[in-house]
């Protein structure tokens, strides 16, 4: 089974920037489109960011456009989610999931929790003065 492992997640303060990791152990990545989720304090789950296990194609949630960029290397088996400018509401526990995927191109941040099948243990992401 796929095993996914957050890291990167911190306290910032407004206007910060933070780089959170998704490693892959168990199984390779390669066919694999990423997604990053979070859930703030008394929120539903929302995707953010996803990624295509080719990396050709991304998607944001309007709430971060500009201002977040996913990546991945496949040669690591890691995921990448660069978070700048970052704002208070950005405050959450921020997960990785991954679902098999036979189409390079496919990635989705909408209906995200229930759409891949494999997730991380989440970090938290703190962004307060």
């Known amino acids: 089974q796929l095993q996914l492992v957050e890291s990167g997640g911190g306290l910032v303060q407004p206007g910060g920037s933070l780089r959170l990791s998704c490693a892959a152990s168990?199984?390779?990545?390669?066919?694999?489109?990423v997604v990053w989720i979070r859930q703030a304090p008394g929120k539903e789950r929302e995707g953010v960011s996803c990624?295509?296990?080719?990396?050709?194609?991304?998607n944001y949630a309007d709430s971060v456009k500009g201002r977040f960029t996913i990546s991945r290397d496949n040669a690591k088996n890691t995921v990448y989610l660069q978070m700048n400018s970052l704002k208070p509401e950005d405050t959450g526990v921020y997960y990785c999931a991954a679902q098999w995927s036979p189409d390079p191109h496919w990635c989705t941040v909408a209906a995200a929790e229930a759409r891949y099948a494999s997730w991380g243990q989440g970090t938290l992401i703190t962004v307060a003065s």
């Open positions: 990624i295509s296990n080719s990396g050709g194609s991304t």
């Open positions: 168990a199984f390779s990545l390669d066919y694999y489109a």
